[in-house]
C-alpha cells in the first residue's frame, strides 16, 4: 500500500482471474516456502480438519501440511515400475492364450518390386 492506494500483486490478479480452480498454487519470492490456498472446502471437511488439528495441538494450517506430508510418503511406497502395476491389476482377471502366428519371410516392399 503507497499513499493509501492498495496495488495488486501479480499473485493476487492471478488469483482473481483463477478463482474457479480448487486449488491455486503459488512460490512465495520472500521465503522461498511454497504456499497454496484450497478454495470450496466443504464445511464438514474444515470442521473435521479443526477438530483433528485441536486434538493433535497444532494449527488447522500445521495440520493439513502433516496429512499432505502423511498421505504423499505411502504413495511414493508404491511400485514404480509400469509393467508390474498394470499386471497386478490384470492377473486377477485371467490371461488370455493367443495362438502364434505362423512365420513367414520377410517380403521385399511393393516399391522396390516396381523397379525391377
Known sequence: MISGV???SSFEVGAAVAGSYAIIDCTAIIDGMA?????????????RLKIRA??????????????????LAQSSKKKANLAERIREIFVPL????????PREPIRDPDWLA???
Request: proline share 2%.
Open 54 to 71: 485441536a486434538m493433535n495441538g497444532r494449527s488447522m494450517e500445521q495440520e493439513a501440511r502433516e496429512i499432505l506430508k502423511s498421505a
Open 94 to 101: 485371467g490371461g488370455v492364450e493367443l495362438e502364434p502366428l
Open 114 to 116: 516396381e523397379k525391377e
Open 6 to 8: 492498495h496495488r495488486a
Open 35 to 47: 504456499s497454496i490456498t484450497i478454495r470450496n472446502l466443504e464445511q464438514d471437511t474444515k470442521r
